[in-house]
Nanobody, 126 residues
Framework: QVRLVESGGGLVQAVGSLRLSCAAYGRTFTTYARAWFRQAPGKAREFVAAISWTGSNTAYADSVKGRFTISRDNAKNATYLQMDSLKPEDTAVYYC???????????????????WGQGTQVTVSS
């Protein structure tokens, strides 16, 4: 089993920055791609960013491209999301996810991710 724990959320003003962290515990060797998803109030959960097992490939939602950066440190079993130029519409609960299958592509759909964290709230004020 794998447990994911997010941290780093909080309240920030527009155009500010936050860095989210996701720590993985347990049988982390059974996980591959990692991703961040978010869910705003009254909306469906959506894809934000994903990174391959080696960290050499990444994928981003168009809404965050150029502002957010995903990275990982496998030695620390951690994944990060650097969020810059934040906007009020970025307000959401952010979830970390881990894929249990090794795929020839970076998965961006929720159904591809088996392990999920509990989420961390990010609130951006205008």
């Amino acid at each position: 089993q794998v447990r994911l724990v997010e941290s780093g959320g909080g309240l920030v003003q527009a155009v500010g920055s936050l860095r989210l962290s996701c720590a993985a515990y347990g049988r982390t060797f059974t996980t591959y791609a990692r991703a961040w998803f978010r869910q705003a109030p009254g909306k469906a959960r959506e894809f934000v960013a994903a990174i391959s097992w080696t960290g050499s490939n990444t994928a981003y939602a168009d809404s965050v491209k150029g502002r957010f950066t995903i990275s990982r440190d496998n030695a620390k079993n951690a994944t990060y999301l650097q969020m810059d130029s934040l906007k009020p519409e970025d307000t959401a609960v952010y979830y970390c996810a881990a894929d249990s299958l090794r795929r020839p592509y970076i998965p961006t759909m929720q159904r591809h991710y088996y392990y999920w964290g509990q989420g961390t709230q990010v609130t951006v004020s205008s």
